[in-house]
Nanobody, 124 residues
Framework: QVQLIESGGGLVQPGGSLRLACAAS????????SGWFRQAPGKEREFVAA????????DYAASVKGRFSISKDNAKNTMYLQMNRLRPEDTAVYYC?????????????????WGQGTQVTVSS
């Protein structure tokens, strides 16, 4: 069983930055891609960003493109989300997820493993 553990959430002022990390552990981790999703109170879970482990190809939601950057460390089986110029509307629980098979990275239904989530609050 693969476990994904997020870290790095917290409270930040508008315009500030946070860096989230997602570490995979458990059975040998072999994944096509990993991604970040978020869910704000009263809203559906939405795609934020994803990265393919072999090619490094990335994909971003329009709302975060240019502000957020996803990266990975293959040796550590760890994925990161650097969030800059944060806005109050970025406030949500952020989840990391991994999918074993090739396919579209934006639908959340395609992911096999999920982390427990980490809270990000952007407020003055």
């Amino acid at each position: 069983q693969v476990q994904l553990i997020e870290s790095g959430g917290g409270l930040v002022q508008p315009g500030g930055s946070l860096r989230l990390a997602c570490a995979a552990s458990g059975r040998t981790f072999s994944s096509y891609a990993s991604g970040w999703f978020r869910q704000a109170p009263g809203k559906e879970r939405e795609f934020v960003a994803a990265i393919a482990w072999n090619s490094g190809i990335t994909d971003y939601a329009a709302s975060v493109k240019g502000r957020f950057s996803i990266s990975k460390d293959n040796a550590k089986n760890t994925m990161y989300l650097q969030m800059n110029r944060l806005r109050p509307e970025d406030t949500a629980v952020y989840y990391c997820a991994s999918k074993k098979q090739f396919g579209m990275v934006q639908p959340s239904t395609g992911y096999d493993y999920w982390g427990q989530g980490t809270q990000v609050t952007v407020s003055s």
